[in-house]
């Protein structure tokens, strides 16, 4: 069994159902990425990205994110030592593997900046020092789509900033039925450490082989470009919705993860279904829709769904 299959296979010890939560986690991670998760609560979010980390044997950390919460409580602060009469530098949870920013919109813009550096540059600042991110380093965010009171938006920018915004839903009746069986049977088991993070850049080495052709470099740029000039690809009915589309950091995530992906599904090249099943992992936070789309109840997905369909594939 290949390694992400056992990586897999230990994380759903834990999680049952959610497969493009566990395959966009493991996909960012190894993209070098950063995820939004928009979920109501109860779904196993936490749990996910604790499992994540406890199979790649990386260090985990979770804030919650409140509207008294300060930038210091996430980056750290320097701290006076009254003994030797200096500042002291006090690392805060920023400083880890992965981190869980539960609830990001519940901060205001000052915290939710505080992450940007980090994210952008791989790096933090506190007061004059500038410490350096081991890697690998991933924020998974979440948001709770159903209490909107007293939350903030979080502005273009900072969404740019995700690789991957994840749709995480109730589980089947199916599923939910067997989560009761094992919560009464106390029936999961324990997540086991698989990999290190030696293994981790190893697999980054291998998914950088990973080969994609010029057509489909081509294509993803169209993709992209649908979202911004819908009407040069026969997509006339849509273009009311879309007030602007996807950024050049479009392409270069949709790039990054289609050969990762490509490296999940055990191939060794980049096909469209690739592309495509990535494409609204990357585009569906990318893409600012108009106020008719909101009057017509369309939603980013069903935009990223007509322009695949329009779009010619190589």
Not at 9 to 21: A, P, S, T
């Amino acid at each position: 069994m290949r390694i992400v299959e056992k990586i897999k296979e230990e994380i759903q010890k834990v999680i049952i159902g959610h497969d493009e939560l566990i395959e966009g986690m493991i996909v960012a991670l190894l993209s070098d990425g950063h995820i939004l998760v928009q979920g109501v609560p109860g779904v196993a979010k936490t749990t996910a990205v604790k499992s994540l980390a406890n199979v790649m044997n990386l260090q985990f950390k979770r804030v919650q994110f409140t509207p008294d919460l300060l930038p210091s409580d996430i980056t750290g602060n320097e701290i006076l030592d009254i003994k030797n009469n200096e500042f002291k530098l006090k690392k805060g949870p920023i400083f880890t593997s992965l981190l869980l920013a539960d609830e990001i919109n519940r901060a205001g813009a000052k915290v939710q900046s505080a992450l940007l550096e980090a994210m952008a540059e791989n790096q933090v600042t506190i007061g004059e020092h500038t410490i350096k991110l081991e890697k690998p380093f991933m924020v998974l965010a979440t948001s709770n789509p159903v209490e909107q009171d007293g939350t903030y938006e979080l502005p273009e920018a900072s969404l740019d900033r995700f690789m991957l915004k994840l749709k995480v839903q109730y589980n089947t009746i199916d599923e939910e039925f067997d989560i009761i069986n094992r919560v009464v049977k106390k029936d999961f088991e324990e997540v086991s450490a698989i990999i290190n993070k030696s293994d981790i850049e190893t697999i980054k080495n291998e998914i950088a082989n990973i080969h994609i052709d010029d057509e489909l470099i081509k294509y993803i740029t169209k993709l992209i470009f649908a979202t911004r000039e819908p009407h040069n690809y026969g997509l006339d009915d849509i273009a009311k919705y879309i007030e602007f589309g996807a950024s050049p950091r479009g392409s270069i995530n949709l790039f990054k993860t289609s050969k990762t992906y490509a490296y999940l599904q055990n191939s060794q090249f980049v096909t469209p279904y690739h592309i495509t099943k990535m494409a609204y992992m990357v585009l569906r936070h990318r893409i600012r829709l108009s106020y008719e789309a909101t009057i017509d109840e369309i939603d980013t997905d069903d935009i990223i769904k007509k322009i695949i369909k329009a779009v010619p594939t190589p």
